[in-house]
């Protein structure tokens, strides 16, 4: 499995890369993330109402305050999202609430695996989340999903998001929902290295 996932994101670079198919890139990006989810979904165990609960809090909290954000400025600092997320509501992607349950999702795996004292693997889990939007920060305007005013994000940003993540992950422990979810760990660190590898292009070749 690991194999096809890295395939899939060898595929994305090369059509990244090369400018007659960046287009391409950046109109698969929203497809790729929600099939991203679903690998993660299909994949979970244990179903139940808590771990629905759950979900669906994350999705439509973190897409209620990524609206505000966005409209107001206040909160992550001025940005603006751009069309590689997919269609948006009042400038928010739809799909970004899905995006925060993957996150927190994935890095709550890894984490519960490196740590057992539910703290640490609260704020560990937290703390990918802020290390992975450190990194997405810097590609994400090549990749046209968001950009901010400034030439970078303002701390309150990282702080915003170091915060949510608290929040998210402490719903995790506290739901106690297992994960132990193979591909999600994959797929999050198969897409860091793709981001790491952009930011890589770009510096050798700036587009």
Same mark, same amino acid.
Request: proline share 6%.
């Given at each position: ?31 790729? $993330?929600?099939?991203?989810?679903? /690998? @993660?979904?299909?994949?979970h165990r244990?179903?139940? &109402?808590? !771990?629905?609960?759950?979900? +669906? ?31 948006? $509501?009042?400038?928010?992607?739809? /799909? @970004? ?7 927190? &999702?994935? !890095?709550?795996?890894?984490? +519960? ?21 450190v990194v ?72």
């Amino acid at each position: 499995m690991p194999f096809n996932f890295i395939r899939f994101y060898l595929v994305g670079l090369v059509l990244f890369f090369i400018p007659a198919t960046r287009g391409v890139f950046v109109w698969l990006t929203p497809l790729s $993330l929600l099939l991203v989810i679903g /690998i @993660i979904l299909f994949y979970h165990r244990n179903w139940n &109402y808590r !771990t629905l609960g759950w979900f +669906s809090f994350i999705i439509l909290s973190s897409f209620l305050v990524e609206m505000a954000g966005v409209n107001t400025g206040i909160i992550f600092g001025n940005y603006r999202y751009g069309e590689g997320l997919g269609p948006k $509501l009042y400038g928010t992607p739809l /799909i @970004i609430g899905l995006n925060w349950l993957y996150l927190t &999702y994935s !890095t709550h795996d890894i984490a +519960s695996r490196l740590f057992r004292n539910p703290v640490a693997v609260i704020t560990t889990g937290a703390g990918l989340m802020v290390l992975y939007d450190v990194v997405l920060e810097q590609v994400a305007p090549l990749m046209q999903m968001l950009c901010f005013t400034s030439m970078q994000p303002p701390l309150a940003n990282y702080l915003v998001w170091f915060l949510l993540a608290l929040v998210f992950h402490t719903g995790f422990s506290v739901c106690r929902i297992p994960t132990g979810n193979y591909p999600a760990r994959m797929l999050f660190y198969i897409q860091l290295l793709f981001f790491i590898l952009i930011l890589l292009f770009h510096a050798l070749l700036p587009l």
